[in-house]
């Protein structure tokens, strides 16, 4: 039966490839690559981003992201939290305190994003930027080029248990983390494309849209 359900996700996705969803995807990874040659206040202004999407919807983070801009580079903490609070997120004073703590790891972006593997980057991030989990960081080096990482966020896990792949973890812990993504990275090589392409078609599967 679980197989049944495997082949079900296999042809739907491999359905999207052949669609005009394709171009879709292909247009947002050329982005995310060009993204990942820019500088560290970019860079830095895409990190804050993925800290505002944690436990948060990841359209309205997007919407904030556009508003603040600059802002996460000079605003104060105060300011920043304020900003946060009148645009509509949940956290907006624990999420001004963690980007204005991480501006002093700003420099330090340009350093590890092509500098370090997936995996490596990704563990820097987890360790030295607070609000950064496994799947913000994962996120983060999707969107500036990586494509070897999978973001399991709640989307991905209601799709696979859906279609009877897991079972929902009741905490995500880092061996369940990597668990689910060996099995999503098990799912990319059987359709021919890479975790940051699996991502952005299950996510259309689940959602009908193509973010970032």
Known sequence: MAEEFL??????????????????????????????????????KELCFCILTANFDAEKSVRI???????FLSLSEEELAETLRRLGHRYPRKRAEYIVEARKLKDSLNKIVGSLDGESAREWLVKNVRG???????????????????????????????????EKPRTMTRRRYLEIESLLKRLADRLNVNLAELDLYLWYLETGKILK
């Open 132 to 166: 950064i989990g496994y799947k913000e960081a994962s996120h983060f080096l999707r969107n500036v080029g990586y494509t070897d990482l999978a973001i399991i966020d709640y989307h991905i896990l209601d799709l696979l248990v859906k279609h009877r792949l897991i």
């Open 7 to 44: 082949e079900r996700l296999l042809s739907r996705v491999e359905e999207l490839k052949r669609s005009s969803v394709k171009a879709l995807v292909d247009s947002r990874l050329r982005g995310f690559r060009e993204l990942g040659l820019k500088g560290s206040d970019e860079l830095f």
């Open 65 to 71: 992201q556009e508003e603040v801009d600059e802002g």
